[in-house]
């Protein structure tokens, strides 16, 4: 597996783009006409969002509504929050309508909902009840204002390449269920799972036929699943709403690596200065969500730290890659 892209020129993009206000935030357009997400709370600009997965909070254990104020605290456009923390927000009182009012007052956009469910199980009765899980997650996230919820394979151990077009199937069962809610499921890859290839997740999303197909990718995640990226740039960026940003160490390799072994992006071998120009001449004009569960980081950082030095450190790196295209 190639662990770096092969560099070529940038090519620039002309898009016209209207101003828009979201919360504390806006897009404006540079004299090229390149747009720019804005933090106006801290005049910093980019053209791609760097936001927070709560997982990097995970060993802290703190409230959902907690974790909003302090993401955005750090400054940070976006969070992705997970599905289990906002279950114990409203079952100790608190409602879908309050979150929601919080990410506005704070100016966050909601990513994703991170979320579990076995949706693509060979098994007709967990789908079933992986159906209803989802319809109730998905009903929460919409008063919350979202429209994203992650779908990672999970209910089987690996793919069985005869079976694609089931697993299109399902996965446009579960689309259709989005298109009920308002709520789309992001096909996620991982790499040690039985989703670990882009064109393996690429084909499905593809087979659906369903407009709202999209992907979830991982810096991580796509070098721990053998991937290549020099063919990335196929896939069409504007469709992808959301990618999770980390790095990974030169060693061990890449098939022996952890969740754990994740690091803050700049801090391992991942080849951003050429990967992030990729995805922004693909199209790509989401948001880049920083996900860690590095058990060494927890035990020398408190939650505080923890987040400045992930949006520090990420704003560094996107801003630096973006340099040389835009």
């Known amino acids: 597996m190639k662990n770096k892209i092969s560099r070529r020129k940038a090519i620039a993009t002309s898009l016209k783009v209207s101003l828009a206000a979201i919360g504390g935030y806006a897009f404006k357009g540079r004299e090229q006409g390149q747009p720019y997400f804005e933090n106006t709370l801290l005049n910093k600009k980019l053209p791609i969002r760097i936001s927070l997965n709560t997982s990097t909070l995970l060993h802290y254990k703190l409230d959902v509504d907690v974790q909003i104020d302090m993401v955005a605290d750090a400054g940070f456009d976006g969070v992705e929050l997970w599905m289990r923390d906002i279950m114990a927000y409203l079952e100790k009182g608190g409602t879908s309508e309050q979150l929601k009012g919080k990410l506005v007052e704070r100016g966050l956009v909601l990513e994703n909902i991170i979320g579990f469910s076995k949706w693509c199980s060979d098994d007709p009765e967990e789908r079933v009840k992986a159906l209803e899980q989802l319809r109730e997650e998905m009903m929460i996230i919409a008063g919350m204002g979202g429209k994203f919820i992650a779908a990672p394979v999970q209910g089987i151990e690996s793919l069985d390449r005869n079976k694609y077009d089931d697993y299109a199937e399902r996965y446009n069962a579960i689309l259709k269920l989005g298109d009920k809610t308002g709520v789309t499921p992001i096909l996620e890859l991982w790499g040690m799972g039985a989703l670990n290839k882009v064109s393996d997740c690429a084909q499905i999303a593809i087979a659906t036929g369903h407009?709202?197909?999209?992907?979830?990718?991982?810096?991580?995640?796509?070098?721990?699943?053998?991937?290549?990226?020099?063919?990335?740039?196929?896939?069409?960026?504007?469709?992808?709403?959301?990618?999770?940003?980390?790095?990974?160490?030169?060693?061990?390799?890449?098939?022996?690596?952890?969740?754990?072994?994740?690091?803050?992006?700049?801090?391992?071998?991942?080849?951003?200065?050429?990967?992030?120009?990729?995805?922004?001449?693909?199209g790509f004009r989401g948001g880049f969500s920083v996900e860690l569960f590095n058990k060494e980081y927890w035990a020398t950082m408190d939650a505080e730290t923890i987040l400045k030095n992930s949006y520090e450190k990420t704003y560094a790196i996107v801003e630096k890659a973006l340099a040389r295209t835009i």
């Open 211 to 282: 407009p709202k197909a999209t992907m979830l990718l991982d810096f991580y995640h796509v070098y721990r699943g053998g991937n290549d990226w020099d063919t990335v740039d196929i896939l069409n960026g504007k469709k992808l709403p959301v990618i999770h940003i980390n790095d990974y160490p030169s060693s061990p390799s890449f098939d022996q690596l952890k969740d754990s072994d994740r690091v803050l992006p700049g801090e391992g071998v991942c080849p951003f200065n050429e990967l992030i120009p990729k995805l922004y001449e693909a």
